[in-house]
């Protein structure tokens, strides 16, 4: 049984991430003017004022009656904000604004769900041996469901009209000048995956348990591609060769009139970056993010291939001496010394700029600076078992159209770049903050 000092430490690290999260989530929405809460900045997501409920409705609906036996006081509002933003999605663009409930009656029921939910929860932290047994771990889904969402929205607001938000400063650092990058030869060896459920830190159900796997050798990029780089693939003609695309692929290309990275828009014959605030001239040593299609898609180009799960693992946390680490650095806990993470900046940093997080192998930027593309499938570990308090987490996405990605973006908070993490993204959604690097097996 826990001491009674460490239940009180237990208590004020969930109460304080609680908070800081909930903050979080708070200050991306005073970005937004409040009319275009209601517009929809991705065709592919439900209107912002959909997550402006929805974050309280997740915490409500998980604990109220669950943990702490509390009464809805807001049935329809509580199924309205309940329904995942992959299924709200998929009826868009059929709703209009006037479907969605006014801000107001939003915001008093935000309000209301903080109230009885902070009240209750002080009151059972106070308690560590009473009250649900998983409540613990139900806070702590909690806490990174809304921090999970709080990327979403962010490059929701990313792609949100300029004059549709409140103005901030544009990131346009200059560029320095790295040395080429090349490919690193990773030997054979064994890379750790997952985590078991009996530590002390939190782990999605995807993320259990913990298993290993031996990797034969490879070769991968010490640095993400870069604009630059994915602008010859541009220039060659990539997007117009049938043969680098699957069927599938070549298909959602077509369709949505797919000719370059979301994250480009052109003037004239000039190439530009859409920054969280404003445009600027293209930063050719940024990584690029782009969608799983066009990363396979400039990956046959080169003759490689994205890296599976595996490799990533084996090239991030292991060492040419057989061991692994908690980071692709060491042991030490993750600063900004060692990547663009943690919410420190909007945009991407030059690929390369933070020399003291390579990993053992001398693999640059394996966490922070954008999600990674794998091409493994997100599928359960070895002996998954859903979570009993929300067993279609992961589950639901088990489909083989949604690929794990690995590492962490700019607006990744520390706690999410623990080695076990999966993020994963559907392979045809070009908007979240991800790049890529090849192999060659």
Known sequence: MATV??????????????LEARAQTDKLFGLALPESLYDRPIAAQPRLIFYLGHLDAFDWNLLADRAFGLKSFHPSFDRLFT????????????????????????????????????TAIDLALSRPYEGHPQLATMLEAAIEHRLIHSETITYMLHQLAYNRKVPGR?????????????????????????????????????????HRVEVPAFAMDTHDVTNGEFLLFMEAGGYQNRALWSKADWEWKERSAIRHPQFWCAEGNLWLYRGMFGEIRLPLEWPVYVSHAE???????????????????????GTPEGDERNYPWGESQPSAQHGNFNLRHWEPSAVGSHPAGASAFGVHDLVGNGWEWTRTPLGPFPGFSPFSF?????????????????????????????????????????????TFRCVLE
């Open 295 to 317: 990363a396979s898609a400039y990956a046959r180009w080169l003759g490689r291939q994205l890296p599976t799960e595996t490799q990533f693992h084996r090239a991030a946390y």
């Open 83 to 118: 329904i995942s933003a992959a299924r709200a999605a998929e009826s868009v663009p059929n709703d209009r604004p006037s479907d969605w409930p006014k801000k107001q009656d939003v915001e008093g029921y935000v309000r209301r769900v903080r109230d009885e939910l902070d």
């Open 390 to 434: 929300r067993p279609s987490y992961s589950r639901s996405f088990f489909d083989g159209k949604h690929y794990v990605t690995k590492g962490g973006s700019p607006r990744t908070t520390g706690r999410m770049l623990r080695r076990s993490f999966r993020n994963w993204s559907q392979g045809h959604y070009p908007y979240a903050y991800t």
């Open 5 to 18: 000092a460490t239940a009180v430490r237990i208590h004020d690290d969930i109460r304080e991430h609680w």
């Open 170 to 210: 544009i990131e346009a650092a200059p560029s320095p000048v790295r040395k080429k990058g090349c490919m690193m030869e990773i030997p054979a060896g064994t890379a750790t995956l997952g985590k078991n459920s009996s530590e002390e830190q939190f782990g999605w159900d995807n993320e259990l348990t913990e």
